[in-house]
Nanobody, 116 residues
Framework: QVQLVESGGGLVQPGGSLRLSCAAS????????MGWYRQPPGKEREHVAS???????RYADSVKGRFTISGSNTRNEVYLQMNNLTPDDTAVYYC??????????WGQGTQVTVSS
C-alpha cells in the first residue's frame, strides 16, 4: 500500500519561508507525476507545483518565482521550498503522486498558516 507522508508545515509571518517534504513508501515504483496541491479555507483544492513525466516542472501562476519544487525520483521524495509567503498561501498542503494507469495517491495534508 502506497503511503505519502508530509512534514514541514506550520505558522509563519508574511514574507517568511517554509519547506515542505513528502516521502512515498510502500512501493519501489517511481511515480510519473509527483507534487503538491493545496486547499485554502472554504475553497477548492488547487494545484501548486509538480514534476510532470518525472522531469518537467509545472507551477501555478500564483506561486511562480516564490516556490520551488525539488526532489529525488529514485527515492520517491519531493520538497517544496516556499519563500515570500503571504496570507493567501494559507492552506492545507497535500502531497500527490500519480503512478502508471493513473493511480493517484494523496498524503494526509499539512497545515500552512501565514499570519502576523
Amino acid at each position: 500500500q502506497v503511503q505519502l507522508v508530509e512534514s514541514g508545515g506550520g505558522l509563519v509571518q508574511p514574507g517568511g519561508s517554509l519547506r515542505l517534504s513528502c516521502a512515498a513508501s510502500g512501493t519501489n515504483l517511481i511515480p510519473n507525476n509527483m507534487g503538491w496541491y493545496r486547499q485554502p479555507p472554504g475553497k477548492e483544492r488547487e494545484h501548486v507545483a509538480s514534476y510532470v513525466n518525472r522531469a518537467n516542472t509545472r507551477y501555478a501562476d500564483s506561486v511562480k518565482g516564490r516556490f520551488t519544487i525539488s526532489g529525488s525520483n529514485t527515492r520517491n521524495e519531493v520538497y517544496l521550498q516556499m519563500n515570500n509567503l503571504t496570507p493567501d498561501d494559507t492552506a492545507v498542503y497535500y502531497c500527490h503522486a500519480r503512478f502508471a494507469y493513473s493511480r493517484d495517491y494523496w498524503g494526509q495534508g499539512t497545515q500552512v498558516t501565514v499570519s502576523s
